[in-house]
């Protein structure tokens, strides 16, 4: 027969288990708080599906107080977006296997966020799947990188396409204007005056071709200097924004090789541009171009919304850039000049 505890005995006990409450506690609470610290996104799920802990980068993402977030399914806390992440998390919990690397979008209070997801099972002592836990990282200036770099490769094509045409067109009323004139050398052949005439169609094609060739290399350099500013204005905004955000390993990889990429891109092009053209900061070039076409600083002022004193110093720091040291020197006038 079983002998029954003491009355000291049962408080010593109630007392150990009171302990082990307050330990339990106190080692929940730190473990929140070093969640809480981590700029990655944390959370776990039951076997429901149900959330049940998340660290403060989840609660900001989608801009719900713990209150709201806790006890909640994912298609309750992301009803736009949460049928595939309900499907990768079925799948960790059924296989029993964690599953890495998962793109997910989501809504949050600034719009639509892009994020690299991990989930992994989490078992009893039994070894049964009772949740899971998982983390995410933002990677959403990465993906408007790419989307940018996608733009501006398609505005290019369009371009490309676009001068190709009319090149052909060009060429097209070219090849027809040398067969009039062979049609008119031909109908003068005999003639007294066919050597004049031969010379006069000669010098006239010479002229056609000049003028096709310089349209050409015109075109040509136009299409250039647009991928060269499209790619610094539009895409390496972006990129700068990306590299100094919170990468792991793998994500400066892409970075790096993205900007790797871009440079490759533009250096065939950069090289032949005016050296005072890559000296110049984008709002500079912006400001050196009106200045050109004759605008007042008030009037630049008012393009770009930026005070008369402002576009005074821009001016002064072109002047620097590209050399010109006499202050009576006329900035648009030294500008035509080199363009």
Not at 63 to 85: N, V, Y
């Amino acid at each position: 027969m079983t002998k029954k505890p003491s009355y000291k005995e049962l408080q010593q006990r109630i007392k150990e288990l009171e302990k082990e409450a307050v330990d339990y506690k106190r080692s929940k609470e730190e473990l929140q708080t070093i969640l809480n610290v981590v700029p990655v996104i944390i959370f776990q799920k039951d076997r429901d599906g149900k959330t049940i802990r998340t660290n403060h980068a989840f609660d900001t993402m989608i801009g719900l107080s713990k209150e709201e977030i806790i006890g909640k399914t994912t298609d309750e806390l992301f009803p736009e977006h949460g049928k595939d992440m309900i499907k990768d998390d079925q799948e960790v919990m059924e296989l029993g296997k964690p599953k890495l690397d998962i793109i997910e979008h989501y809504d949050s209070p600034e719009g639509t966020r892009w994020a690299r997801t991990g989930k992994a099972p989490l078992k009893d002592k039994k070894g049964n799947v009772v949740g899971l836990i998982g983390y995410a990282a933002d990677i959403t200036a990465q993906k408007q990188a790419e989307e940018a770099l996608k733009k501006a490769h398609d505005e290019l094509e369009r371009r490309v396409q676009e001068r190709t045409a009319k090149l052909a067109q060009a060429n097209k009323e070219l090849q027809a204007e040398i067969a009039e004139r062979k049609r008119a050398e031909q109908a003068l052949k005999g003639r007294g005056k066919v050597l004049k005439i031969k010379t006069r169609n000669l010098e006239e094609v010479n002229t056609a071709l000049r003028v096709l060739l310089k349209r050409r290399d015109d075109d040509k350099k136009e299409l250039e200097e647009n991928v060269f500013f499209n790619v610094k204005e539009l895409i390496v905004p972006y990129l700068e924004k990306l590299k100094t955000s919170e990468l792991n390993e793998r994500q400066r990889a892409f970075a790096d090789a993205l900007e790797s990429n871009l440079k490759d891109i533009i250096s065939p092009f950069s090289q032949k541009l005016s050296y005072w053209y890559l000296e110049l900061t984008p709002t500079e070039i912006q400001v050196a171009n009106l200045v050109k076409h004759g605008k007042t600083t008030k009037e630049i002022a008012g393009f770009l919304n930026l005070s008369s004193h402002t576009i005074e110093v821009h001016r002064k720091n072109i002047r620097g850039k590209i050399g010109i040291k006499n202050k009576k020197a006329n900035l648009r006038t030294h500008l035509l000049s080199i363009q």
